[in-house]
């Protein structure tokens, strides 16, 4: 998921001061001798917001991101490890609370996306760790009067000749030691875990022995559990109901009427759900946009505004035109993508216990400092009395970014004065997401006699997701004193709010960026039937990558040239992404498939990330057949092997199944798509062998949640080409009989 | 009233019978290793064994497993007695978001006591009943390739204080 801010974005929230203050590191936030940290415990030094020292010498990592998944608990512990020379397994890992020193830099809120975390966390929490560790040493230098250049710490002991003092006696005196401005970190020379993989995930075995608690395993005294049945079409309004008896059933405590449902709180979750059935409804459309849409009509309305509508210039480089004119080669395509649910394995469900001037909420969510905002509102409790925690997600993929079954669960909790816990069934899940919006795009490129791109131009039309997250974020991005109907007002507005701000920047990403062309440009048509949309693993990238990749071999056959090779040529301003192409090519044996067997490959920038992907293909009658993938990663300088090559297999498997089979389809405003057997997803029997490849780089670390989704669809998509010719300039891939 | 074997122990609800275990399972006897996905047996994050046997709990009503013996994630092996291939989901990194994984074990426990050394079709069959969102399909298909080899040969794949232990 990638953070909706373009740089500019940053620099004109700074001015208006709407970011969150940063960090400031080694400085514990005590006032009057009460910590400011939501997590602080009496039996711990809190040396600053992340790094807890316990007088049993127990060290805590407060984690200020989610999992979900992505082993960002290993990443950061392995960065707080390597530091204090001790093992990341003996790191206590725990999920902080809100505060604004956890907030992402440049967005102002805690947020878990935009393939983020280490790329933000990696010298932080190694500064806050290194500062620890400084400490800890000066602690022991006093109190044993050793010379502290011959102290070393280890293993939670701190050392000297062949004596030792446990870090829990130190503690007390490290609390009240100055913080130093400056400290030095461990040389990637010494490193004896950031690049290994000596220990496994610090969430392994709780995963494994089905211990690991996630929101929905989250048990408090008296809570009721609800079920809501729901407006078929997403915006429309209940206009009166029947409890038909439902508030009769065994287990059954209150029938609820909301604004787009009715919900039923019962003694266990069962018993809601066959309650809700019992319910006759009338529902009222007159209020919802998307009553009337449906999705042929709608890529018609794409298509339609492509043709007709100038759109608005998001990126433009020379004079595409002249250079169109005078170019030996021509060609244009259209692609389209669709609207794709998250389906993440575990159900949107959110705990919330309201009390008179306090609350606590237990949900997986990437934004806590969000979930605290929307329940201070509907709750109207001050928004620092909301204690947020955060278990296991049950997987994210930018889904838990947005809130709207928060918001459902506190409105339940606070109309029945009790606890409650809201699961959403498959059913609500998968027709009531923020979905990845539909893109149509138009493109056209020239090509001089020597084959080299001279111009490219792209025109996107669909939603932009901007509006529907800012519509939630905007209570946490706007400073506390404003009143809250001019935040309000605020979100509603949405990105068209500021001025110059004329293209959501996650609705045409990915869309000129990676190959070197002297004339660019990309336009945009915002065409939004109202089917709301968010983040989607790769956000932009997860259809752009698609168009892009599949449009580049399209330009190296009409150039009568190697697809690699026309690639490479390309690539001279990339040499970072030139490199993983080169590599992945040579990996995978390109130009020399197996018989049967057919390659396609695919290159795509994304997160700051480079990633070359080969799929090796086989086609028979219709089916499409993927068996190998090669990959190949750049990200810096990696944390976890392995779990960097987890995060492409995941990748490339969760946009298999966008290649394969996703689409999200409307019917007069209703999804179509309910559950697994009709928004199917990749499964064990059409899932590829995968061989992931690092490229061993000592630049700064930057994301690998995201970048392994943008190449793959194109890949499979060139590969097909190359088995049968036939060009698929839609996802998901579907062969011509 | 239905009374029924759950990892070894006898337990007796009042619940109607047409509740599905899984919920029975959850909300009753509060063991919440196993999932709640899709409520249709099309995903298997609820999959428990019914008599040594994997099925989907998600649809089974409660009923239909009177007296039988029903085991689950909490059964399959503990943080101090892990299970072979809990021990190979270890060794082969297989868990992301974790959500499946309980199911995925006893899908796969249940096509190990039936398989001792399953082919990759048998992998293939017995597995594809379960969804993983966060893709981790090829790595399930190492860690039971192991554990049957492991299995065979008594050796252990994983020991929680070594991890705990590692240290340099």
Known sequence: MKQGFSTDRRDFLKLLGLTGGGLVLGVPLIVNGESLYPDSRADAWQADAFIQVTDQGRVRLLMPQAEMGQGVSMGLATLVAEELNMSPAQIEVQVAGVHKAYAMKGIGTQLTGGSASIRERYLQLRQSAATVKHLLLQAAAQQTQVPVQDLRLRNGFVEWGTERVPVSELVATAAVLPVPEAVTLTQPDQFLWIGHDRTPRVDALAKVTGTAVFGIDVEIPDVKRAAIKRCPVIGGRLKDFNANGAEQLPGVFQVIGLDHGVAVLAQHFWQAKQAIQQIEVEWDLSMSKLANVSSASLEADLATALQQQEGDEAFKLGDGEKALASSATTLTAQYYAPYLAHATMEPMNCTVHLQPRQAEVWVGTQAPGIVQDIVAEISGINRDNIQVHTPYLGGGFGRRGFHDFVAEAATLAKAAGVPVQLVWTREDDTQNDYYRPAALVDLQAGLDEQGQLQCWSAKRAGANIMPYMMDEAMGVMMPGFMPRSLVNWFGKRGYGLFDGWVVDPTSVEGLHEDYSVPHKEVRHVTVDPGLRCGFWRSVGHSFSGFFVESFMDELAHAGGQDTLAFRLRHLQDNPRLKQALQQAANKAGWGKPKPGRFLGLAAVSSFESHVAEVAEVSVVGRQIQVHRVVCVVDCGRVINPDIVRTQMESSIIYGLSAALYGEITLEDGVVQQTNFHNYPVVTMRDAPVIDVYLIDSEAHPTGAGEPGLPPIAAAVGNAVFSATGQRLRRLPLTLEV | ?168
């Open chain 2, 1 to 168: 009233m239905i009374s029924f074997q759950l990892n070894g122990q006898t337990v007796t609800t009042d619940v109607p019978g047409d509740t599905p275990l899984l919920w029975v399972v959850r909300e009753h006897f509060r063991l919440t290793g196993s999932k709640f996905g899709c409520g249709m047996g099309l995903c298997g994050a609820c999959t428990m064994h019914l008599n040594g046997t994997a099925v989907k709990t998600c649809v089974l009503p409660v009923a239909a497993v009177a007296d039988a013996a029903i085991t689950t994630i909490e059964g399959l092996g503990t943080v101090d007695q892990l299970h072979i291939l809990q021990q190979a989901w270890i060794k082969h990194n297989v868990p992301q978001c974790g959500y499946c994984q309980s199911g995925q074990l006893m899908a796969a426990a249940s096509l190990l006591s039936q398989i001792p050394d399953p082919s990759d079709e048998d992998i293939d069959n017995a597995m594809s009943g379960n969804i993983c969102r966060c893709g981790t399909y090829p790595r399930i298909k190492q860690a039971i390739q192991s554990a049957a080899q492991a299995q065979g040969r008594g050796v252990v794949l994983f020991d929680p204080a070594d991890a705990e232990g590692v240290s340099l």
